[in-house]
């Protein structure tokens, strides 16, 4: 694997790679990001499979964890190498903001001010930003991103389509632990019992997704039961809500062509002072 901190080295390489797929990551990768890895790997008619690796201070807000973000670039590069990863880039902040970034991605209000962008504002401003930045640098004809972030994939397609970027956007599903947490960087911050009380988090998901499958419309009463029941376990959720897939505003139960298959619920909670997320399409 070629590793690259430099645009203008990336640039060069990217030029002889052929077809591209690119997985941006911000690093202390686990088997989800692998997951990605290998799905890019296996894109029909990619030459090559490019990762990045940066933690984007434009994505976090103030009081968030940037500084303590996990950063273990050494496995990181091994498991990239193991996965045929054919190029890191890995810059570092001066490479990637020179000055300060003034020039940003306004992602649509009405999509990022629910859920994740409620709770986080700017997140998904910075996180447009740095993803379409990390496009014009590789210039991939395919970008790979897991499910778990839901929103932010939203925002992503959103991005791709209405700016007419000529990169197709895959969503790959999200990989769990045996017990159903769902892998994340920031379940290293978890102690053993929080993380034994973790998987909580995706068995009311998956009760709430259950219930729904089988003909329950009465959304509000189903969340709040699994609200209640995450907060009896000491969980501090920020939501935990039934949602459309296709633009992620509240579905009206009662009407008559609301499918199951139409839906996805959605939950961010902390558990001590790490905050997760997940979600499961219903
Ligand atoms: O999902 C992530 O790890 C980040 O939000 C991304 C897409 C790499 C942008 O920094």
Not at 127 to 135: G, S, Y
Not at 161 to 167: D, F, S
Request: include cysteine; hydrophobic fraction near 45%.
């Amino acid at each position: 694997m070629h590793i690259h901190t430099t645009i203008a080295g990336l640039r060069a390489a990217r030029a002889q790679a052929g077809r591209v797929a690119l997985v941006p990551t911000m690093g202390n990768l686990h088997d989800g990001h692998i997951a990605l890895m290998h799905a890019a790997r296996q894109r029909f008619g990619i030459d090559a499979v490019i990762a990045s690796i940066f933690v984007n201070r434009l994505q976090f807000g103030q009081g968030e964890d940037f500084n303590q973000y996990p950063r273990t670039f050494e496995a990181d590069c091994e498991k990239l190498a193991a996965a045929g990863v054919d190029h890191l880039f890995a810059p570092n902040e001066a490479e990637m903001y020179p000055q300060p970034q003034r020039y940003h991605v306004e992602p649509d209000p009405a999509l990022v001010s629910i859920l994740e962008g409620a709770f986080r504002p700017g997140h998904f401003r910075g996180v447009a930003t740095v993803v379409l930045k990390l496009f014009n640098i590789v210039q991939p004809e395919t970008a790979l991103f897991g499910k778990k972030d839901y929103q932010q994939l939203m925002v992503l397609k959103n991005m791709a389509r209405e700016l007419a970027l000529p990169i197709e956007i895959v969503a790959i599903d999200t990989i769990r632990a045996a017990d159903g947490l769902a892998l994340s960087s920031r379940n290293g911050y978890l102690s053993a019992n929080e993380r034994v009380e973790a998987p909580r988090l995706h068995r009311q998901l998956a009760a709430v997704a259950e219930a729904v499958r089988k003909g329950a419309r009465d959304f509000a009463r189903l969340e709040a039961e699994a609200l209640a029941e995450l907060e009896q376990h000491g969980w501090k959720p920020d939501y935990l809500t039934v949602r459309r897939r296709a633009d992620l505003q509240t579905p009206e139960p009662l009407a008559e062509s609301l499918v199951a298959s139409s839906l996805v619920v959605l939950a961010a909670a902390r558990l001590g002072t790490t905050r997760l997320i997940d979600n499961i399409e219903i």
